[in-house]
């Protein structure tokens, strides 16, 4: 006790001291450390929500990016199938466009064909009518003068009996 | 202008077998554009079957004129010069035709090759 004196220790002052102090925390307690814990509780819940959602999105778009690649897959097979059937489709179409060509054409040979017989036809026709004629009448020029009267009273006496049978 | 008046024109139209130029000017002159037209067809028709035309290149014998008129005794005979036959005749009476000549040989020939496919 001596040396507690010896200090400056006084007993009511220290109790009132206590008092103070248990005053001044249930004081703070009540106005400042309350609404501080109630703040940092609720920013920790904010942060804690936050990281969730974060980590619920990053989730998302990992689904997401997967269910992109899914659907870029898929779009894929399926361009390439519409491709495939178009490329068949137009093999197709070609390969008919070309048999109708190729009909059309050998119709329109036939026909050029048929056309230049038939022209061949009549030009050889034409040819060989005047040709007949150029032979009949170098015929005619060269027998001008070769026959006399003596031919002619024969032909004449042949007409007439002919005539007198017919009569 | 009837069928009958028509041929009775044609008749006193002809003297001694042949055509009087007078009495063909006389009833010409008396006719309307129609008549006309029928008058003349009908004198070319009794000229057609009066005359026989004996066309040859030579000119005609008088033994075989006398064989011709024998065969058209009631015809008149015209010798017509015919050269582009060559040898030969062609008789033509009314709308008949008697032909033997050369000429109309090789037209034949011409016309078989012609229609010769």
């Given at each position: 006790m001596e040396i507690?004196?010896?200090?400056?220790?006084?007993?009511?002052?220290?109790?009132?001291?206590?008092?103070?102090?248990?005053?001044?925390?249930?004081?703070?307690?009540?106005?400042?450390?309350?609404?501080?814990?109630?703040?940092?509780?609720?920013?920790?819940?904010?942060?804690?929500?936050?990281?969730?959602?974060?980590?619920?999105?990053?989730?998302?778009?990992?689904?997401?990016?997967?269910?992109?690649?899914?659907?870029?897959?898929?779009?894929?097979?399926?361009?390439?199938?519409?491709?495939?059937?178009?490329?068949?489709?137009?093999?197709?179409i070609l390969r008919l466009s070309e048999e109708e060509t190729k009909k059309k054409v050998d119709?329109?040979?036939?026909?050029?064909?048929?056309?230049?017989?038939?022209?061949?036809?009549i030009a050889e026709k034409r040819l060989e009518s005047n040709i007949t004629k150029l032979a009949v009448s170098l015929l005619e020029k060269s027998l001008t003068g070769l026959f006399g009267e003596k031919e002619q009273t024969v032909i004449m006496k042949n007409a007439i009996k002919k005539i007198k049978k017919v009569d | 202008m009837n069928k009958k008046l028509l041929k009775q024109l044609v008749l006193i139209s002809y003297k001694n077998g042949d055509l009087d130029n007078e009495t063909v000017s006389r009833i010409a002159d008396k006719l309307g554009r129609a008549e006309l037209k029928q008058y003349i067809k009908s004198l070319k028709n009794a000229e057609k079957l009066r005359n026989v035309y004996i066309e040859s290149p030579f000119g005609m014998q008088n033994d075989i004129m006398?064989?011709?008129?024998?065969?058209?005794?009631?015809?008149?005979?015209?010798?017509?010069?015919?050269?582009?036959?060559?040898?030969g005749t062609r008789i033509t009476h009314n709308d008949d035709i008697f032909e033997m000549n050369l000429k109309n040989s090789l037209d034949t020939i011409i016309e078989n090759i012609e229609n010769y496919d």
């Open positions: 507690l004196k010896n200090f400056g220790f006084e007993p009511i002052l220290f109790v009132a001291q206590i008092v103070n102090f248990v005053i001044i925390y249930l004081v703070l307690k009540k106005y400042l450390y309350q609404p501080i814990l109630k703040l940092l509780k609720d920013r920790k819940q904010t942060i804690a929500l936050g990281l969730k959602q974060a980590e619920e999105s990053a989730k998302l778009l990992e689904d997401t990016v997967k269910k992109e690649e899914k659907v870029l897959k898929e779009a894929q097979e399926k361009a390439k199938k519409l491709i495939d059937e178009a490329k068949a489709q137009s093999t197709e119709t329109m040979l036939s026909e050029a064909r048929n056309q230049i017989k038939y022209e061949t036809g | 006398k064989e011709l008129k024998d065969i058209f005794p009631d015809q008149k005979i015209i010798d017509k010069n015919n050269p582009a036959l060559l040898v």
